[in-house]
């Protein structure tokens, strides 16, 4: 199977393994601007956005903030549901994922 185009795109060198190691996955990409940083992750599309979003905020911004002061977007728009299966809400192999802070925070 090749790697989606954007898996090449600059990213660290690991994946995060989400996926069984038997049945379908697709490589995704969870970009999070606060941190300016990406990560790739191979999932099964099975998969529910909530760990994607867990395991993206594990790599990408460890510090200890719930969960649910994140959003995750897909084509610009809010997974309001994040209990969804990546393939019910459109996510295919190769697709980018937004991961920020749901309010805005104060410059210092």
């Avoid at 996955?25 to 940083?37: A, L």
């Avoid at 809400?89 to 410059?107: C, M």
């Amino acid at each position: 199977m090749t790697t989606p185009f954007v898996a090449q795109l600059r990213a660290r060198e690991d994946a995060i393994e989400l996926s069984p190691s038997s049945g379908t996955s697709m490589t995704i990409r969870v970009e999070m601007p606060e941190v300016w940083d990406t990560v790739k992750l191979v999932v099964a599309p099975t998969q529910s956005a909530a760990e994607v979003k867990q395991a993206a905020l594990g790599a990408l911004y460890p510090v200890a903030e719930p969960a649910s002061d994140f959003l995750l977007k897909l084509r610009g728009f809010e997974v309001l549901d994040e209990n969804m299966a990546l393939s019910e809400l459109g996510a295919k192999d190769g697709s980018i994922f937004l991961l920020t802070h749901r309010r805005r925070r104060a410059v210092r």
